[in-house]
């Protein structure tokens, strides 16, 4: 990692949370030369402006990929076909494109076919991210430790994996190399079907004929307030997850349904037993997570104070 050098042009597609904060984390650290992203919304052209989190932006993904010699797409992975298309003849030789989505299959099927020969494919996903959204919510310490998983095809050489995991590893993540279908798996047992149950439940609540949504609101207990948490990520991108992880996604909704209709059986049958069973199970992982260091074992998940300002 010693002889690492920063890239002379990194391109941000897309300059939401993930994006605005990969500016402020590569600008921070000397990464790249220079910084451009591009975005179809003016307004978030203009934000990335004001912040001066970027030295150029572009409403024409093409222009800011010329020359670049890394490409970090950063839209709704529903998005990629369009993408890939609009930037494939503007890629430079030698550079690396990857991705931030957290569906890797999608990625090697609308990126892949496009990619020109002799630049370096190698999809990425930082598993990392708030309920927030858009450039202003963005902070340079997203990252810091947590995982970057990289699913290059065979034929990514390792030179650019290499040079690829040490721009993630000096924004402060860990980075593991991973098969792209066995990614989309894992991801949708920790990630997309957490994210599916909040926005059930807290859609199921919304409904409810018998209580009002005032007292929901009043009344909310800190597990319905993590649901709610969760369920305020960013829709658009969201059902573009969903719609192209389906088969993994139903994979683990099956389990989660076979396993939910036990638990439904044991409080119907008062099964005292199984419930202390697969509470304590449960509570194990938890405390497994926090031993990881993938949580906070402070009050309240170790979440700011109200007024408290988050610090780059």
């Known amino acids: 990692m010693n002889d690492w050098l920063p890239f002379r042009r990194l391109a941000l597609l897309g300059f939401g949370l993930i994006g605005s904060s990969l500016a402020r984390a590569a600008r921070r650290e000397g990464l790249a030369e220079r910084i451009v992203c591009a975005d179809r919304s003016v307004n978030v052209l ?6 001066d989190l970027v030295d150029e932006a572009h409403a024409d993904p093409a222009a800011a990929v010329a020359g670049a010699d890394l490409v ?6 529903g998005a990629y076909a369009e993408v890939g298309q609009a930037i494939a003849p503007h890629l430079a030789s030698g550079a690396i494109l990857s991705d931030v989505g957290s569906v890797k299959q999608v990625a090697i099927r609308d990126l892949g076919p496009l990619v020109p020969e ?11 991210g708030t309920e927030e959204s858009g450039p202003e919510a963005g902070f340079a310490d997203l990252f810091r430790d947590r995982w970057c998983i990289l699913t290059p095809p065979p034929t990514a050489g390792e030179a650019a994996i290499a040079r690829l995991a040490g721009f ?34 807290v859609g199921t609540a919304d409904d409810l004929e018998t209580v009002t949504k005032s ?11 993590d649901f709610t948490r969760i369920a305020a990520s960013d ?12 088969e993994a996604v139903l994979e683990m ?3 989660f349904t076979e396993d939910l209709a036990a638990l439904q059986r044991a409080i119907r049958w008062g099964d005292g037993e199984t419930l202390f069973n697969l509470f304590t199970r449960t509570r194990a992982i938890r405390r497994a ?6 949580e906070e074992a402070a009050p309240n998940f170790g979440r700011r104070p109200k007024g408290a300002v988050r610090k780059d």
């Open 168 to 201: 993630w590893q000096r924004i402060g993540s860990r980075v593991e190399v991973m098969d792209a279908r066995h990614h989309d798996l894992v991801l949708a047992i920790t990630s997309h079907l957490p994210h599916l149950i909040a926005y059930n439940i």
């Open 46 to 51: 203009d934000v990335a402006r004001r912040l």
């Open 235 to 246: 829709p658009t991108m969201w059902r573009d997850v969903f719609l192209n992880n389906r």
């Open 118 to 128: 002799g630049v370096h494919f190698i999809p990425g996903h930082p598993v990392a």
């Open 253 to 255: 909704l099956g389990r």
């Open 72 to 77: 970090l797409v950063c839209t709704p992975v």
């Open 215 to 225: 007292e929901v609101i009043k009344y909310s207990a800190g597990g319905f307030r």
């Open 289 to 294: 997570i926090i031993d990881a260091g993938q």
